[in-house]
DNA sequence: ACAAAAGTGTTATGGGTACACCCATGC
DNA sequence: GCATGGGTGTACCCATAACACTTTTGT
């Protein structure tokens, strides 16, 4: 914000020095579905790259904010509302895109695993869900930007607990370690894993068994009332 | 980006789907100085927020990248070129600005502590340093940015090794220990910072001598080319 | 009774933290 | 010789990592 006076814009206090940019949002809405992290993507209707996947998007209206107008592509792709929602990066290359400026600001959206298989809101022929591990060529910068995200999540991952946003509200330990190996991209040790999130005492033993193949599983729930802080002093890697 | 239609952008391939918003960047400027995280701030000149201080910044031009908006930004400010900057946040409330919408791109910058002690460039007669813990009313969201700023500055400063922008380029270990002390704000062991640092090899001992008041510190400089990777499998705060 | 998945404890190792004294120089 | 800051080592504790068997259910 604030123009100031300098070399480059000596112009009165209430215009931009230039043209504006356009500005966009643009959401990388993740999912675990069979066994897989993917990510939604839908399928561009006009030029440029008429025919390419993208991640869905569109400009920011001159009245909402950044988030909302994220919430509002969500909501029109997916139908969902009040699931996770996070400011990854903004995107500013002058030629990003080959029509015009244009200035993507990008969140990512962590949609729990199983409840509704969104199959994408309003025009539901162009959207589909892909793995992350198995994209098709994308349209624009999409594909740094999903990189970038996936890279944020893994992160992010270790020392917060968003990977909760991953799962339906009840879930086994089992599915809850499922979740976080197929994300990270690793397999975990099962004793130690349970003990790590059970003494962090950020779950909720529901006391539902979920029947199964073998025996039955505990259910649990996440507590999002629980404050985990990062005590972690680490000074360096 | 990439408008596509959808229930509220059917319009053209070409046209976004109202006005733009104005596009600015500011930069938090970081340098140590006095024995204080102190940030650079300008006077505003024209309303809204006439005389009132502000984190510097502008609009950025139709054909420039948002970080080369930030770099010119803080070239205008302070001359210095080839230091520290990481985008931040991307700030885009509707009413963050009482003249027009404006989205704000923030960066963070790093200044080496003791080199120059830049005045800030053109017209230095607004611009200031300020502590960081004491700062004056601010134009806007900035109190806010600077805050988040802060807040990231000291997070990155334990698990990477931005620490070293803000010191110049020979330093001692005693130097390095006290910078990170005054951006963390918590005193450090001194045997066990020591240890902790040469043993991740990323210095390298100049074999010059700092004389002071007791005994000649030996002087170190940062090495870039160690790549330092995160080893910790945390799982958890 | 057997297949399938859930659930459970111990040990070894490494990193973090706490802590006090000698060293080299200038005055 | 004394004041000033530089430089060094050890012991304890806790978190992590590695590792295999028993339990509960359905068929």
């Known amino acids: 914000m604030s123009e100031r006076p300098s070399s480059s814009s000596s112009n009165p206090p209430n215009t931009p020095s230039q043209e504006h940019p356009a500005v966009a949002v643009d959401v990388v809405i993740f999912m675990i579905r069979e066994g897989r992290l993917q990510v939604l993507l839908v399928k561009r209707r006009y030029p440029p790259f008429e025919g390419r996947w993208a991640i869905p998007g569109g400009f920011v209206h001159i009245d909402e904010s950044l988030e909302d107008a994220a919430r509002r592509e969500l909501r029109e792709e997916t139908g969902v509302e009040d699931v996770y929602l996070e400011q990854l990066y903004t995107f500013g290359r002058p030629d990003r895109d080959p029509r015009m400026r244009v200035i993507s600001v990008t969140y990512f959206a962590l949609l729990p695993a199983g409840e509704i298989d969104v199959r994408a809101g309003d ?29 944020r999540l893994r992160y992010k991952l270790e020392y917060t607990d968003v990977g909760f946003q991953l799962l339906p509200a009840e879930f086994t330990l089992t599915e809850l370690q499922r979740a976080y190996e197929i994300v990270l991209g690793e397999q975990l040790d099962k004793r130690n894993f349970r003990r790590k999130i059970l003494q962090s005492r950020i779950l909720r033993e529901t006391g539902r068994l979920r029947a199964g193949e073998g025996r039955p599983a505990r259910l649990y729930e996440y507590r999002s009332d629980v404050r985990l802080q990062v005590k972690a002093r680490r000074l360096f890697p």
Request: charged share 30%.
């Open 123 to 151: 025009d539901a022929a162009d959207a589909r869900w892909f793995p992350v591990d198995d994209l098709p060529p994308l349209a624009f910068d999409h594909r740094e930007i999903i990189e970038y995200a996936l890279t």
